[in-house]
Every structure is written in structure tokens, then in C-alpha cells.
């Protein structure tokens, strides 16, 4: 009888590194190391504690934590054990991770003490009880907390196979409520090789991690290649500009990802012209384009930038610009990386478009996920024969480059015209004194919707909005140009920095919902 393909689990790649590199750092929590061995030591244990207790393949297990060396632990345990990490925001609302835990159904909670309040006023309203323990040497790991499950059903037990679910990673709910995307071992292996082959990473690596856990970015961007080349992983709790480049200069550090946000608050705080970067060869960007004036702000510092574009169900890997292409097609996210396959269709039609146009972007490859856990209905929509419609509207040109225009459901229509605020936000970037900025449509008696631009000023900087309309005038056709410019302190974006266009357009409804009655 031939044995289950086992080719792609990731649950050996510790015990490969604990054989070839026993005593390399794998993990700096905050000055406190787990070496290769002691890593995998303390995975392979856990994860037996995970079978002798009750737990089969298959099982979820839910975390609320932030970024910690014990969180690692427990992923690689559920690797080995064929148990599938389901890692909760500890941004959320207790209502919100509720509803995240009623989809989800995980056997057991691991909750981290500093969250435990709000782990406890998320369980409060669930109908069904969790099973809920700590993680750490001082609790899972030591203690194990038997499943609560439904049913008699036994646990399932057999080898771990490449399609397994590993992660189940609840999207951003820009749009609507977050769904569970499950990514399998083979999903995660795959996206990694491929990064691989454009960012590479070696055991002299060191990287520094600032992407929250709970997020696809802060395993498959960087840190599990990582620990499967055999680097060091810098792991850090949340972004601080002035502690990200200190630990640059002190642990030396070589590579990291970020989105353009921490990039350019990076660039912004007092110290970042004397710091030493002189360490950080290469640095990976992703959520949006960086702006051409940070792209230059960067590379003056000699810091290589690596552009890409992904979604969580893609594990999230997709499109990629390397450096030495990204000093001239600014804006673009480049090509597709390797193992992935990409192509565009009409919106409307689902036709498929050749050569260079404009539509969907579709994507095919094993890093695409096999599906919304228990949602077969948001699964069929997001998967077209083998093909995952990710609801982005790109552009091709003729050598096979591609531009991200916008979501396609916050393209909006004005006077007949389709404007998408991307092309928008990109223009008012251009102004000096712009630090960040958001469009979105908003309704309109006469033209049905126009833009409005919600717009936060860099320090020091003076603009108005006269001078910034008439900036955008420059570069933008008239139906374009957005109608107001709002003055803001920030702009409401999720974990993956998108922006949180729902949450403005509400403002904007609501305060003139209240101008009209002020004024009748």
C-alpha cells in the first residue's frame, strides 16, 4: 500500500534545521532566543501533547497573541500534528471576534494574557463554549486543555498531507464581513518557494518580523522562508518607528517586509537621516505601491526595494517588481512570481482578455487556497474553474507588466464615467505636502457620485485645499477631480493597510445626514 505524499508539509522544516543548524538562532522574541533545536524540541512536544490529548488532523486551534517566539511554537506544532492555526486580531472588536470564532469552530483557544479581557468578553457571547488555554512553556505546553467537542466523533488520526489546511486566515472585511480563507501546507510551500526565487533569503539572513501574526503577510512574507533557509527572525510585538531603527543598526539586521505606511513613517521620524541602515541590503513592500517620492526617499538611504501585490487567498503572493525595476516603472507591481499564473477578464463578462487591456485579475497556481472555510457559496464565487477572481482591476501593457487600478467594487460612476480613487490617492501623492490619502465616491444630486478626498498633511508642511484641487486639476481629467479635500489626522486603514473606504463614505453620510438638518 503506497503512503500519502508528504512532500510539501512544513512540519519537518524545523527538524531539518534542528539537524543542520542546531544552535542557530530561529527566533529573537525581544532579546529572548529559541535556537533551531530548542524550536523544534519544543514544537515536536507540543504537538504530541496536541494527540495524546484528544486533538486530530483537521482540528482548529484559535489564538488571540501578539507576535511571540511561543506563537511560532504553536504553529509548528499544528504543522506536525495536522491541526490548522487560526490566528484572531487582537484589533477587533469582542463582537467582531466572536463572529470570527462562531465561523471558525476551533477545538481549543490559546489566548495570551494581555488579551485575556478581551478573549473573555469575545467568548461571552458565543452560544457554544470554547476550550481556552494560554500558550507558553507555563501553559499549553504544560498543561494540556482537552477539546470541547459537538459530537462523539473520534479524532481523526493519519500522517499530515500536503493538502491539509494549515492556516485559516481571516481576510481584512474591507468590503463585508471577513471570511476564513484556508491555506493548505502545499499553498504555504508553494508561495514560499516563489518568494524564494525573487527575494531570496539565506541562513546569514537576519529579518526583522513587524507584520502582526494574524495576518497572512506575518508568516508567508518573509518569516517561514526564513526559518526554512535557517535564518534569524527578529520578532517584533507591534511598529515602532524609533525601535525599528535602532534594532536595524543593533541586530544588524538585512531584510524585512512592511507595508508603505511603516516605510514612510520610517522616513519621517527625526532619526532616520543619521541611523544606520547600512545593514539592510533589501526590504520588501506590499498592501499598495510605495509613492515615487518614498521610492527615492529609500533608495537614497541604499536600501533595495522589492514591490509586490497579494491577497490572502493566494497565500498571498502574486506579483512581483524587483528593485532594479521599480526605479523605472514606478507604480507598477510588476510580473507574476514564479509558479504563479495570471491572466484578466471583463468585469461583467468573465470573457478573457489577450494581449494588453484592462479587467479582473485572475490568478492560478498551487499557492491559490482551496476555499472559505464553510462558506461554499463566497468559495464558488472567488473560484472560477481552478481560478481565483480576486476582485482587483488591473491594467496590462504590451510586455506583460501590471498595474493595480482599484478594487472593483469601490470604482465609482460619475456622470457616466468610471473613475477609480486609486488613480486618484496616486496623483495627490505627487504633492509635497500630502503624507497619506484616501478617495472614495460619494453620492451626488446631479452627477451621482463625485470624489472626495479625505487628505493628511506631512509635518511642517502647509497646503490648502484650493492648492490641492488645483494640483490634481494638473494631471486629471475634470470629472476626476475630486470636489472637496478633507483634512484628517490619519486615515482609517486595515491591518493590511488598505483603505477603509466604507468607514469614510459612513462619515461622510452621516455628517451630512447632520448638515441638512442643521441647516433645514
Same mark, same amino acid.
Given at each position: ?31 529572548? +532566543? ?16 496536541? &494527540? ?30 495536522? #491541526? $490548522?492555526?487560526?490566528?484572531?486580531? =487582537? ?75 494549515? /492556516? ?5 472585511? *474591507? /468590503? ?13 510551500? =508553494?508561495?514560499? %518557494? ?40 527578529? %520578532? ?22 512592511? +507595508?508603505?505606511?511603516?516605510? &514612510? ?14 545593514? #539592510? ?16 526617499? =529609500? ?21 512581483? /517588481? ?5 526605479? +523605472? ?56 474553474? @481552478?481560478? #481565483? ?14 498595474? $493595480? ?10 456622470? @457616466? ?7 486618484? !490617492? ?23 457620485? $463625485?470624489?472626495?478626498?479625505? +487628505? ?9 485645499? *484650493? ?31 488598505? $483603505? ?5 463614505? @459612513?462619515? =461622510?453620510? !452621516? ?10
Amino acid at each position: 500500500m503506497s503512503q500519502p505524499e508528504v512532500l510539501h508539509t512544513l512540519g519537518r522544516w524545523t527538524a531539518d534545521r534542528a539537524l543542520a543548524t542546531p544552535e542557530r538562532v530561529a527566533v529573537d522574541d525581544r532579546g529572548v +532566543v529559541l535556537t533551531y533545536r530548542q524550536l523544534d524540541d519544543r514544537a515536536t512536544a507540543l504537538a504530541e501533547v496536541f &494527540l495524546d490529548g484528544g486533538y486530530g488532523v483537521g482540528d482548529r486551534i484559535a489564538t488571540i497573541t501578539g507576535n511571540s517566539s511561543d506563537h511560532v511554537v504553536v504553529f509548528f506544532a499544528c504543522a506536525k500534528a495536522g #491541526l $490548522v492555526l487560526v490566528p484572531l486580531s =487582537w484589533r477587533l472588536s469582542p463582537r467582531e471576534i466572536a463572529q470570527q470564532l462562531e465561523q471558525a469552530d476551533p477545538a481549543l483557544l490559546l489566548v495570551e494574557d494581555e488579551f485575556s479581557t478581551l478573549a473573555s468578553l469575545a467568548t461571552d457571547r458565543l452560544i457554544t463554549p470554547i476550550a481556552r488555554g494560554i500558550l507558553g512553556t507555563h501553559g499549553i505546553e504544560r498543561d494540556i486543555v482537552a477539546p470541547l467537542r459537538r459530537d462523539s466523533t473520534p479524532p481523526v488520526r493519519r500522517p499530515v498531507q500536503d493538502n491539509d489546511a494549515l /492556516l485559516i486566515v481571516f481576510t481584512s472585511g *474591507t /468590503l463585508e464581513q471577513a471570511k476564513g480563507a484556508i491555506l493548505t501546507h502545499s499553498n504555504c510551500f =508553494w508561495t514560499n %518557494l516563489s518568494l524564494s526565487r525573487t527575494a531570496e533569503i539565506t541562513s546569514a539572513d537576519t529579518v526583522l518580523a513587524v507584520m502582526p501574526q494574524y495576518h497572512v503577510g506575518g508568516w508567508n512574507i518573509q518569516p517561514l522562508l526564513a526559518w526554512w533557509m535557517g535564518a534569524t527572525v527578529v %520578532l517584533e510585538r507591534t511598529f515602532d518607528p524609533a525601535r525599528v531603527l535602532q534594532l536595524i543598526a543593533d541586530r544588524r539586521i538585512t531584510t524585512m517586509m512592511g +507595508v508603505p505606511a511603516n516605510y &514612510l513613517i520610517l522616513s519621517q521620524h527625526p532619526r532616520f537621516a543619521s541611523s544606520d541602515l547600512s545593514s #539592510l541590503a533589501h526590504a520588501i513592500v506590499g498592501g499598495a505601491p510605495m509613492p515615487e517620492p518614498l521610492l527615492r526617499v =529609500w533608495h537614497s538611504r541604499g536600501v533595495a526595494l522589492t514591490q509586490g501585490y497579494g491577497l490572502t487567498e493566494a497565500a498571498p503572493n502574486v506579483l512581483c /517588481l524587483p528593485d532594479e525595476e521599480a526605479r +523605472v516603472r514606478i507604480g507598477s507591481a510588476g510580473k507574476p512570481y514564479p509558479h504563479v499564473d495570471v491572466d484578466i477578464a471583463d468585469p461583467v463578462t468573465g470573457e478573457r482578455i489577450e494581449g494588453a487591456g484592462q479587467g479582473e485579475l485572475l490568478v492560478h497556481g498551487p499557492g491559490v487556497f482551496s476555499g472559505y472555510f464553510r462558506a461554499p457559496e463566497a468559495t464558488a464565487l472567488a473560484l472560477r474553474d @481552478g481560478w #481565483l477572481a480576486t476582485g482587483d482591476l488591473v491594467s496590462r501593457d504590451a510586455e506583460g507588466y501590471y498595474r $493595480v487600478l482599484d478594487r472593483i467594487k469601490d470604482i465609482f460612476i460619475t456622470g @457616466g464615467e468610471s473613475v477609480a480613487p486609486a488613480e486618484i !490617492e496616486g496623483v495627490l501623492f505627487g504633492h509635497p505636502a500630502v503624507a497619506d490619502v484616501a478617495v472614495v465616491g460619494v453620492p451626488d444630486e446631479q452627477w451621482g457620485e $463625485v470624489a472626495v478626498a479625505w +487628505v493628511v498633511v506631512r509635518s511642517g508642511a502647509a497646503t490648502d485645499e *484650493t492648492d490641492l484641487l488645483d494640483f490634481a486639476s494638473a494631471a486629471l481629467a475634470k470629472y476626476k477631480v475630486p470636489k472637496r479635500a478633507l483634512f484628517v489626522e490619519s486615515i482609517p486603514r486595515s491591518s493590511s493597510d488598505k $483603505v477603509r473606504r466604507r468607514v469614510l463614505l @459612513g462619515q =461622510w453620510t !452621516e455628517e451630512s445626514a447632520q448638515a441638512g438638518r442643521i441647516s433645514s
